[in-house]
């Protein structure tokens, strides 16, 4: 109900012989106007048949409604403010100032309260009714087929320094004034020039208007524009939950059918990014597994030709080497004896060492090397190895290394 604020109330004020309805709309910050009014009296009629024909003839109940009645055996009273925390304690606190401010004691009492002094809260009005009573308002209700917010009495609107106050309507042998009843003389039953002006000064309210068959509705109505009423609303509060409407369920209810659209919503748009995202990353993942494989080959190629351009650097670094060399060893062939025996050959291009056998001990290898003019001996060494075999080890180098 509070989620969006207040805009529009509608005001029921009943008794047993007359029911009054005001509508108000908020027309500007704090300013509220009287849209609609009615007062049908009872008659043979039951109270909730007038409440009825009465909210039709305002145009029906709009925004929050608000009861405004005497409830049956309650009483209302004023007393100094008890030093106690809490809404709770304040009310167990107050049902022991019934038997001091009441003739008749409510059984199971509702006990409502509010600061009759605003800030200063040292005056409380008091209004106490048995809670049997709330079966004869939800008797009202059901015949009207509406559920109400609050039920205020209309005295706990009266403060401190007011002048006194006679309700028509709830009341019309007694005033209320200064904290006290007495009874109403002739010059009660008009209304106090205090009370138009300073309704007028609240409200936008239509000319002609008569405050007197209003009055219940316009004290409520002051009420609830007041910053007491918004600090001590929880001391009103006396209705049970199945007469008050559920308009806060409704707006919950509504609230978690938004967030779902709302989550919905989002989460479809998170799944749409998402497939694109994750189609974006696979598209990714493919180029960039291609350019690994690519790159793979790539060095794969570039270590081959490496190895090649290695192989060919190695072949064009060789030597050219001597050209003789078949010639020399063609020469060396031809000046060893012929009795001998090549059984090793080690050649280096520039030096040769080999190992030679004969049977022949009497041969002289100097002699028949002399021949050969680049050579010259650089070992020779000669081992008999039997009575019939010689082996010889010879090393050849160039006459330059001789030299």
Request: hydrophobic share 40%; proline share 5%; aromatic share 8%.
């Amino acid at each position: 109900m509070r989620l969006f604020g207040r805009w529009e109330y509608t005001l029921i004020s009943f008794s047993r012989t007359r029911a009054a309805v005001c509508r108000f709309r908020r027309v500007a910050r704090g300013k509220y106007k009287l849209v609609s009014h009615s007062s049908v009296s009872s008659g043979e009629k039951d109270p909730g048949e007038a409440v009825r024909t009465a909210l039709k003839e305002a145009g029906g109940a709009q925004g929050c409604i608000i009861l405004c009645g005497d409830m049956p055996g309650g009483g209302f009273f004023r007393c100094p403010a008890l030093e106690v925390p809490g809404v709770s304690a304040r009310q167990s606190a107050l049902e022991f100032e019934l038997p001091r401010r009441l003739t008749e004691i409510p059984a199971d009492p509702a006990i409502q309260f509010i600061p009759a002094d605003g800030e200063k809260n040292s005056l409380w009005n008091v209004y106490a009714f048995p809670k049997s009573g709330f079966l004869s308002l939800a008797a009202l209700l059901s015949a009207c087929r509406k559920k109400a917010d609050e039920l205020i009495h209309p005295l706990l609107a009266v403060r401190s320094g007011d002048p006194d106050v006679m309700l028509p309507l709830l009341e019309e042998d007694f005033v209320f004034s200064r904290g006290q009843w007495r009874p109403a003389s002739d010059g009660d039953r008009t209304i106090s020039p205090f009370w138009e002006e300073e309704f007028r000064k609240l409200f936008v309210l239509p000319e002609g208007l008569p405050v007197s068959d209003c009055m219940e509705c316009l004290l409520v109505m002051r009420l609830l524009m007041s910053e007491t009423f918004r600090d001590g609303e929880r001391g009103v509060r006396v209705l049970p939950a199945p007469l008050r409407p559920k308009r806060l369920r409704l707006h919950l209810a509504a609230t978690v059918i938004l967030f779902l659209l709302l989550s919905g919503i989002h989460l479809r748009s998170a799944a749409y990014e998402a497939i694109a995202r994750s189609k974006e990353y696979s598209t990714l993942v493919n180029e960039r597994d291609n350019y690994r494989r690519k790159n793979a080959r790539l060095r794969k190629s570039l270590k081959k030709e490496e190895k090649e351009s290695r192989e060919l650097q190695r072949v064009l670094q060789l030597e050219e080497g001597d050209r003789d060399t078949l010639t020399r060893l063609e020469d060396l062939t031809t000046s060893l004896p012929s009795d001998m025996l090549v059984t090793s050959l080690r050649f280096n291009g520039t030096t040769a060492d080999l190992m030679l056998q004969s049977e022949s001990a009497s041969t002289n290898l100097p002699s028949a090397l002399k021949s050969i003019r680049y050579w010259k001996i650089g070992q020779l060494q000669q081992r008999a190895m039997g009575e019939t075999l010689t082996m010889t080890v010879l090393k050849l180098v160039p006459v330059e290394e001789s030299k």
